[in-house]
């Protein structure tokens, strides 16, 4: 069993293209070493409860289990997150932490290969995973509203869980986008050639500009230090254990 443990590693991920790379459209990617995640102040805009999306790519750049599982999203305060994706560290399995639940469903992402993720929160604890276009099952979980100390990618709060690999075209949504509609559009962006645009559109929270290591919201709702639980400086320093991991709940 993988601890939720802080561990800071080393090394750049090497992308090998997915299959599906080949139709032309490619993803803004941003590779993260296990050291570098991304930070970025608390949001009331990227509160999810109650309904979301959340899609990306991704790609592990590790051979063996670190002996926690890597962070790629969090939105996290002194009370737990509100979410958090995780791949484990086995890289066979994706995992959701919302609170003090946690739960994980089975995909094998030893290949080598960047995937395309999305987790959509459909309400009353349904939260459907799709990995390269494909149901892979249901969660009992759903996204928290929690006070938030910030936004992560690459890590679970700045300094723990750090993600080793590749991080790809993050867009988030405050509604679960119909799974069609995902299919169709992990392909290609936004708005078409013809300047149709995705029929979700403005539902859409924030896209990610990896190629500048940013991550933009369309409606910030920006949260005042009486909001907050926390600042991004009062993150653990590096080598602070955190708690073990929860167990999965059913």
């Given at each position: 069993m993988s601890r939720f443990l802080l561990t800071v590693g080393t090394g750049i991920a090497l992308l090998a293209a997915a299959p599906a790379l080949a139709a032309g459209y490619?993803?803004?990617?941003?590779e993260f070493s296990g050291a570098d995640s991304l930070a970025f102040p608390?949001?009331?805009?990227?509160?999810?409860?109650?309904?979301?999306t959340i899609e990306f790519w991704v790609q592990p750049d590790w051979r063996e289990d670190p002996g926690f599982d890597p962070a790629i999203v969090s939105n996290i305060g002194k009370q737990g997150p509100s979410y958090m994706i995780v791949m484990l560290g086995s890289r066979k399995g994706i995992g959701v932490m919302a609170g003090d639940r946690f739960e994980t469903?089975?995909?094998?992402?030893?290949?080598?290969?960047?995937?395309?993720?999305?987790?959509?929160?459909?309400?009353?604890?349904?939260?459907?995973v799709m990995v390269d276009n494909k149901?892979?099952?249901?969660?009992?979980?759903?996204?928290?509203?929690?006070?938030?100390?910030?936004?992560?990618?690459?890590?679970?709060?700045?300094?723990?869980?750090?993600?080793?690999?590749?991080?790809?075209?993050?867009?988030?949504?405050?509604?679960?986008?119909?799974?069609d509609d995902l299919a169709i559009y992990a392909m290609q962006p936004l708005v078409d050639a013809d300047g149709a645009p995705h029929p979700d559109i403005s539902a859409l929270v924030g896209v990610s500009d990896f190629r500048k290591r940013t991550f933009s919201l369309i409606e910030p709702d920006p949260i005042g230090e009486d909001?907050?639980?926390?600042?991004?400086?009062?993150?653990?320093?590096?080598g602070d254990a955190a708690a073990p991991r929860p167990e999965p709940q059913s």
């Amino acid at each position: 069993m993988s601890r939720f443990l802080l561990t800071v590693g080393t090394g750049i991920a090497l992308l090998a293209a997915a299959p599906a790379l080949a139709a032309g459209y490619t993803p803004d990617l941003a590779e993260f070493s296990g050291a570098d995640s991304l930070a970025f102040p608390p949001d009331g805009s990227l509160d999810l409860a109650g309904g979301g999306t959340i899609e990306f790519w991704v790609q592990p750049d590790w051979r063996e289990d670190p002996g926690f599982d890597p962070a790629i999203v969090s939105n996290i305060g002194k009370q737990g997150p509100s979410y958090m994706i995780v791949m484990l560290g086995s890289r066979k399995g994706i995992g959701v932490m919302a609170g003090d639940r946690f739960e994980t469903l089975p995909f094998d992402f030893t290949d080598g290969k960047l995937h395309y993720v999305a987790i959509s929160d459909f309400g009353e604890n349904n939260l459907l995973v799709m990995v390269d276009n494909k149901v892979v099952g249901s969660m009992p979980i759903g996204f928290r509203s929690l006070p938030s100390s910030g936004f992560f990618i690459g890590s679970a709060d700045g300094t723990e869980n750090q993600f080793k690999g590749a991080i790809a075209g993050m867009r988030i949504w405050d509604l679960p986008v119909d799974p069609d509609d995902l299919a169709i559009y992990a392909m290609q962006p936004l708005v078409d050639a013809d300047g149709a645009p995705h029929p979700d559109i403005s539902a859409l929270v924030g896209v990610s500009d990896f190629r500048k290591r940013t991550f933009s919201l369309i409606e910030p709702d920006p949260i005042g230090e009486d909001d907050s639980d926390e600042t991004l400086t009062a993150a653990a320093a590096p080598g602070d254990a955190a708690a073990p991991r929860p167990e999965p709940q059913s």
